[in-house]
Each structure stands twice: as structure tokens, then as C-alpha cells.
Antibody, heavy 122, light 110 residues
Framework: VQLLESGGGFVQPGESLRLSCTAS????????MSWVRQAPGKGLECLST?????????YYADSVKGRFTVSRDNSKNTLFLQINSLRAEDTAIYYC???????????????WGQGTLVTVSS | QSVLTQPPSVSGAPGQRVTISCTGT?????????VHWYHHLPGTAPKLLIY???NRPSGVPDRFTGSKSGTSASLAITGLQVEDEADYYC??????????FGGGTKLTVL
């Protein structure tokens, strides 16, 4: 299993970015996926969840609700995160992660990518 | 302030045993939700270490053991090795906040 994020960079407050995560080594469409970030000196924060199959987004953290949109293209084995109205506090490493588990509340992340850095500064 | 509370750091000598605690509330761990643990070296992909409280994925040595009781969980590492130096995170599910992590614990092998 491999997850490879891309699309990070240095942006100014208020700008937008689209992150991508290309997956390989498993049947991408069968699994729920997530974006998790780590701000400098901080812990991990789960940002979003999108189910497999039809790919309905199910969850957004309050800190990003209304500004971040998760989507997926199962034909291209790719997960996306559209980030709008970027703020300084969005500066972080953004990881995509693959879910595994039976019940939704007990899902866990069995594989992670190496992350892509987003820096928001004027 | 993370929803799950972990000590910021722990340390031990090679060969020793250390434990990392993860304390939650009745909204998360105490509600019966599973606890999972991850190993993270900055700059690399986090790695699943323990899932569903006590289970080790294939390839994780049996030196790593997870447990859970009430509103808390613990990760024990025996036979400490220098390569165990890393950050360790617990994760569970909170009824109000969704999937939550601990603040992370930095393990130093002296």
C-alpha cells in the first residue's frame, strides 16, 4: 500500500489550494479515506472522512467546516482536499490516511502517506 | 488542548520497559470506543502500532502491548531499543467531536 500526497506549498492568507493523494496497492474505491493534519509543534487533527463506494463526505472537523471539501475519484485512485480561505493557523503537514475497521466509531488508520506541507503566510 | 491526554514525554534505558498513558472521558474511551496507537517519526508517514485496544498489525513486534480500562488506555513497550525513539499518539472516537487524538508522547531512549 502506498499513499502519496501532493499539492502543498506556500500561499498567502485567503488563497486556495487543492491537495491530492494518489493511492496504490489496494482497491481504493472499497475503503473510506481521511485527511489528517499536524500543525507545527502540535498533535494530529482528523479533518475529514469520505466513505468508499459512492464517496459521500461524512465528516469535517469544526475548524475546517465550510472551507475544506473532500472528494475522491475512484477511477484514478485519488483523494482530494480543496482548501479555501486559507488562514495562518492552517499551516501544517497534511496527511492522507486509509481507514480500516468494522463500526464507524472504531475505524482506525492502517496506512498513511508521508504528508505535504502547507504554509500560509503573508 | 487535546481531547485525549498523554504525557508529553517518557524515557527509558535500552532494555527497560516504559508505558504511555492515554486518558479520555465518558464521551470517548469511557463510552466503549476502541483506542488505537501510532508511531511517528517527524518527516515520515505515521505507522499503525496497535489497533482496537490490544491488537498488533502484522510486523509489529510483541514488545508493544496495548491495554484499555475505563476511561484510559496504555501502551507498554518492553525491551526498549534505540530505534523506538519516536512520537506516539493514541486515537479514539468522541461522540461530540468525532475522531480524536492524544497530544502525542515523545519517547527518548537514554
Amino acid at each position: 500500500v502506498q499513499l502519496l500526497e501532493s499539492g502543498g506549498g506556500f500561499v498567502q492568507p485567503g488563497e486556495s489550494l487543492r491537495l491530492s493523494c494518489t493511492a496504490s496497492g489496494f482497491t481504493f474505491g472499497d475503503f473510506a479515506m481521511s485527511w489528517v493534519r499536524q500543525a507545527p509543534g502540535k498533535g494530529l487533527e482528523c479533518l475529514s472522512t469520505i466513505f468508499g463506494g459512492g464517496g459521500s463526505p461524512y465528516y469535517y472537523a469544526d475548524s475546517v467546516k465550510g472551507r475544506f471539501t473532500v472528494s475522491r475519484d475512484n477511477s484514478k485512485n485519488t483523494l482530494f482536499l480543496q482548501i479555501n480561505s486559507l488562514r495562518a493557523e492552517d499551516t501544517a503537514i497534511y496527511y492522507c490516511a486509509k481507514y480500516r475497521g468494522m463500526e464507524y466509531q472504531n475505524y482506525y488508520f492502517d496506512y498513511w502517506g508521508q504528508g505535504t506541507l502547507v504554509t500560509v503566510s503573508s | 488542548q487535546s481531547v485525549l491526554t498523554q504525557p508529553p514525554s517518557v524515557s527509558g534505558a535500552p532494555g527497560q520497559r516504559v508505558t504511555i498513558s492515554c486518558t479520555g472521558t465518558s464521551s470517548n474511551i469511557g463510552a466503549g470506543n476502541d483506542v488505537h496507537w501510532y508511531h511517528h517519526l517527524p518527516g515520515t508517514a505515521p505507522k499503525l502500532l496497535i489497533y482496537s485496544n490490544t491488537n498488533r498489525p502484522s510486523g509489529v513486534p510483541d514488545r508493544f502491548t496495548g491495554s484499555k480500562s475505563g476511561t484510559s488506555a496504555s501502551l507498554a513497550i518492553t525491551g526498549l531499543q534505540v530505534e523506538d525513539e519516536a512520537d506516539y499518539y493514541c486515537q479514539s472516537f468522541d461522540s461530540g467531536l468525532g475522531r480524536v487524538f492524544g497530544g502525542g508522547t515523545k519517547l527518548t531512549v537514554l
